[in-house]
């Protein structure tokens, strides 16, 4: 079993920054693939950006990159996403979400692949 808590949500301008954090617990963090995913109201739920288990390969969703940067500090068993350049259409609850993984297996993308998830961190950008 993972545990997983997010923080760092908050209420920002359109163009400002924020950074999140998901504290894991439970299990040997290096041996899980990390992701963050998203959920406005209404619609279903995204990835944003995962990370694989080695943390030397990245991958993210097509309406974030370039903004938003997804790393891992093992040290700490915690997963960020830096966000900058915020949007309105990026507000959602964010959540973090982990799955056991090989050292070569490719970034997990999708909600199946993903078998823990956290409760999730409220963003709000204001236009």
């Known amino acids: 079993q993972v545990q997983l808590v997010e923080s760092g949500g908050g209420l920002v301008q359109a163009g400002g920054s924020l950074r999140l954090s998901c504290a894991a617990s439970?299990?040997?963090?290096?041996?899980?693939?990390m992701g963050w995913f998203r959920q406005a109201p209404g619609k279903e739920r995204e990835f944003v950006a995962g990370?694989?288990?080695?943390?030397?390969?990245?991958n993210y969703a097509d309406s974030v990159k370039g903004r938003f940067t997804i790393s891992r500090d093992g040290a700490k068993n915690t997963v960020y996403l830096q966000m900058n350049s915020l949007k309105p259409e990026d507000t959602a609850v964010y959540h973090c979400?982990?799955?056991?993984?090989?050292?070569?297996?490719?970034?997990?993308?999708?909600?199946?692949?993903?078998?823990?998830w956290g409760q999730g961190t409220q963003v709000t950008v204001s236009s």
């Open positions: 990370i694989s288990v080695s943390g030397g390969r990245t």
């Open positions: 439970g299990r040997t963090f290096s041996n899980y693939a």
């Open positions: 979400a982990a799955d056991r993984a090989m050292y070569y297996t490719p970034v997990h993308t999708t909600v199946n692949e993903y078998e823990y």
